[in-house]
């Protein structure tokens, strides 16, 4: 008898149909325990794979995959669909959900219809499509998770979601070094050690948060952000250990402030934080532009080292198209473009700018920079007052996730990405601009 043998694609094709047709059945119990259940489960998943968590099958669920096309994708929008269709009590408002925080924060709302139409001034009109198309489903979904679940559920979600990813990528860089080991660092499930120690930051800060508020649970608290604070040393990144102090000093201040100094008028008060975190940023700069000098005692990676040279260039190209930019991808995409002319002095060939601000200048233009700043900066003022008035601590969390955006953007690309970072943002505009729509 002749033997089948089935290739890895069609097998994934096969168990994904499988699954699909599963879950619809379920449908048909029209149980509620069932849907919820379903939906937790998806946003439990959905936030594990989004940092970019690189363990299979859990890495074919990211969003990113929307953009490529391929047999992930229709895998990908046939899973989609069948949890929207079996839970679609939840899911039934997903776009007046996302329409109704672009009403709200205009500015944002903008700088999507500038994304959405940055295509037809393009070089790669295609592939520029594609990526504001996914952008902006990941930004619909995350407004969904926002506007689902409160704070505090969410903390829960972050905190042992990315606990997960953390220490099963610890695991890995110990027990298997050729998958969560690069030649810097340990980067665990992520691409790279910088990426994982940034991610490492706000873990930290979050678990940092939990063990303030509930000294009862601190025998588990106190061993993870030991655990985490020794994975992020093993990244060797100097940027993510800066990051990690601005966090917990923010949250040590904040805590201190809403304690001792609960009658301070509220524009003094959110001076005194613009204040502080301008000086933070100011000696964040400062430690990485000078960070030879600093740490070479500790015999640390100069990761930042060539950033000047090709930032300086950067510019010069954004100057060529400084009121709506290359569209959004189009200046790194664009074969023989001008980014394939951008280089260090030592010949290094950077394929991004590894600095979320100036990326997004040159997919938008000063424009896109702008209307992304303005809808920053609202969005930082709401999370501070929110911060302010919240009874529990978990009311820093979006605070947190405003400061970790600007700090983590200073040398990496994380702005109008299909990232976490992002995603993270997005969620809580949309939870500081409505009440949640469920809260049990």
């Known amino acids: 008898m002749k033997q089948i043998i089935l290739n890895p694609g069609i097998l994934l094709t096969m168990a994904a149909s499988a699954v699909i047709y599963f879950l619809l059945a379920l449908n048909l119990s029209k149980s509620r325990r069932i849907r919820v259940f379903l939906h937790v489960a998806f946003t439990a998943i959905t936030l594990i794979a989004i940092p970019g968590t690189n363990l299979f099958p859990i890495n074919r669920l990211h969003p990113k995959w929307l953009i490529f096309p391929s047999l992930n994708t229709v895998i990908l929008l046939a899973i989609y669909a069948s949890i929207a269709i079996i839970i679609n009590s939840r899911f039934k408002h997903l776009l007046g959900e996302f329409l109704s925080l672009l009403r709200k924060d205009i500015f944002l709302g903008f700088l999507m219809v500038l994304l ?3 295509g037809s001034w393009s070089a790669i009109p295609e592939v520029t499509f594609r990526y504001s198309v996914g952008l902006v489903f990941a930004s619909a979904l995350a407004v969904h998770i926002g506007r689902t679940y409160s704070w505090k559920q969410l903390s829960v979600f972050f905190r042992f979601g990315n606990a997960f990813v953390a220490f099963l990528g610890l695991l890995f860089s110990i027990f298997i070094p050729s998958i969560g080991v690069n030649e810097k660092g340990w980067k665990g499930l992520l691409i790279h050690p910088n990426i994982l120690a940034a991610f490492l930051a706000l873990t930290i800060a979050i678990w940092f948060v939990e063990a303030i508020q509930n000294p009862r649970d601190r025998k588990l608290s106190i061993p993870v952000i030991i655990g985490l604070f020794f994975t992020l040393i093993k990244t060797n990144s100097t940027g993510g250990l800066l990051v990690t102090v601005i966090l917990l000093s923010l949250i040590t201040v904040m805590s201190f402030f809403k304690t001792f100094f609960k009658n ?5 008060a959110f001076t005194g934080f613009v204040v502080f975190i301008s000086a933070s940023l100011i000696i964040f700069l400062l430690t990485i532009e000078n960070i030879e000098a600093v740490f070479a005692a500790f015999g640390k990676d100069l990761t930042f080292t060539g950033r000047a040279d090709f930032w300086a260039q950067l510019i010069g190209y954004i100057q060529e198209k400084p009121l709506l930019g290359y569209g959004h991808r189009g200046f790194w995409l664009e074969e ?11 010949g290094f060939k950077p394929v991004e700018s590894h600095n979320g601000f100036i990326e997004l200048t040159l997919d ?11 809808s920053f900066g609202r969005s930082t003022y709401l999370a501070f007052r929110f911060a302010l008035q919240s009874s529990s601590l978990d009311g820093l969390i979006p605070l947190l996730i405003m400061v970790f955006l600007m700090s983590s953007n200073i040398v990496e690309s994380r702005l109008l990405t299909v990232d976490y970072i992002w995603f993270y943002y997005i969620l809580s505009a949309a939870k500081l601009n409505a009440k949640p729509l469920h809260t049990g």
Request: aromatic letters at 14%; proline letters at 7%.
């Open 264 to 268: 301070v008028p509220f524009r003094l």
């Open 336 to 346: 023989g473009g001008p980014s394939s002319f951008v280089r260090t002095h030592s």
């Open 116 to 118: 959405l139409f940055s």
């Open 364 to 374: 938008l233009g000063i424009t896109g920079l702008i209307l992304f700043l303005l």
